[in-house]
């Protein structure tokens, strides 16, 4: 349904098993950076909701004005973040489909999307396989810091830090950006699989969600790989249950979100202690956060409060920072900001972008993986988690 009605070189789209939005062409296009770029995206889009005339007699998430939105990881950043009001949405949910038409201010007919076309499901494009190989840090480089990170923690200098290291590749002329997508979605139902301004990714973990006063978030950190067959991958699931450096990893990242998300809500409710998630190549430990907001804060306010939380960065917080900057030789971009998408009302779906690739203009490719460092991580055991997080896109493109 949504998939292949999208553009193949220009996708946009936001789904988790089989249901979500894809948006068909730009309406209207804002981009931000620097340190407030969360807060002034919230403030912008606030400015485009009060300025709409919105007609929306579904009333449900993803109907209405929509923007499909990306924000780059660090506040130096060199790539924008951006929200994209399409000139077509195409939604299915519980069960309902829609179709939104945005008419930008002015703009009339093919111009402002008035009257578009349904677009009509296409193939997808001829099938291509790339390697992706090691980027700005390789497989020694990335060891080096991770003994580094551990030596700066045990000099008390800070508790965790989550460092990544970089795959690069090129797509073909004219490639068809869907059939990755495609691949991530079937492979990872129970992921965020998404497409915003070139950047493609399946994340399994919520930064948060916003719906009629009601926030929820799911916090992940803490990783295995699966095991061979049933008693050997139950075995997996057990010892990182129990595993001292995972649980202290976790820890880290729950109190971060549930600090961050405190002054919003009086009610907040956490999962009482981490349950093992099952992914198709991994397991990994999770918590659910979950409350009522207080003070009507929307998505882009939230995103702004919980951006970095220690599953991504670290703590404390300023430490982790500059420890990454310090220690990895490249711009994060996108990777491991919030991506997603916002209504006019202000609620919205928002995950932490793992699982991810930056394609440009030109068709080259940057893959990101990385894993939280603490006091007693090794440095091979980390790298080879490096691995196993990468594989759904080396999969997905090879």
């Known amino acids: 349904m949504l998939l292949p009605r999208v553009d193949p070189q220009h996708p946009l789209i936001w789904m988790r098993k089989g249901q979500g939005i894809a948006g068909v062409g730009e309406a209207l296009r804002l981009e931000f950076s620097g340190a407030n770029r969360m807060l002034d995206a919230c403030a912008a889009w606030k400015e485009v909701a009060e300025a709409s005339t919105v007609i929306d007699p579904l009333g449900v998430p993803g109907t209405g004005l929509v923007a499909f939105g990306s924000f780059a990881f660090a506040d130096d950043s060199a790539a924008a973040s951006v929200l994209i009001v399409p000139k077509l949405v195409l939604g299915k949910r519980d069960g309902k489909y829609w179709v939104t038409r945005i008419v930008a201010d002015g703009a009339s007919g093919a111009d402002g999307g008035g009257d578009a076309a349904l677009p009509a499901a296409r193939p997808l494009g001829s099938e291509y396989r790339l390697s992706l190989l090691p980027g700005a840090m390789n497989a020694d480089a990335f060891r080096a810091s991770v003994d580094a990170a551990v030596a700066r923690i045990a000099d008390q200098q800070l508790s965790k830090v989550v460092l990544a290291r970089d795959l690069v590749g090129h797509l073909p002329a004219g490639s068809d950006l869907r059939r990755p997508l495609t691949d991530l979605a079937l492979g990872y139902p129970d992921c965020w699989t998404y497409a915003?301004?070139?950047?493609?990714?399946?994340?399994?973990?919520?930064?948060?969600?916003?719906s009629h006063g009601h926030v929820s978030a799911r916090v992940l950190a803490g990783t295995t790989s699966r095991g061979s067959d049933a008693e050997a991958d139950h075995d997996k699931a057990v010892a990182l249950a129990t595993s001292a450096k995972d649980l202290d990893e976790h820890g880290f990242a729950v109190t971060s979100v549930v600090n961050a998300l405190a002054p919003h809500s009086r009610n907040l409710i956490t999962s009482e202690i981490p349950f093992t998630l099952k992914l198709p190549n991994l397991w990994h430990l999770a918590s659910d956060v979950v409350g009522t907001l207080s003070d009507g804060s929307t998505s882009l306010d939230l995103i702004a409060a919980l951006h970095p939380t220690a599953?991504?960065?670290g703590t404390p917080r300023a430490e982790a920072l500059s420890l990454i900057s310090e220690l990895e030789p490249f711009d994060r971009g996108r990777y491991a900001g919030p991506v997603g998408w916002v209504g006019a009302d202000g609620d919205g779906e928002w995950a932490v972008a793992l699982r991810s690739a930056q394609v440009d203009?030109?068709?080259?490719?940057?893959?990101?993986?990385?894993?939280?460092?603490?006091?007693?991580s090794d440095a091979e055991r980390e790298y080879l988690e490096t691995k196993m997080k990468f594989r759904p896109i080396v999969e997905a493109f090879g």
């Open 311 to 313: 599953a991504v960065a």
């Open 196 to 210: 915003v301004d070139g950047f493609v990714g399946s994340s399994p973990e919520t930064l948060v969600s916003v």
């Open 361 to 376: 203009a030109s068709g080259d490719i940057t893959a990101y993986a990385g894993c939280g460092i603490v006091a007693d």
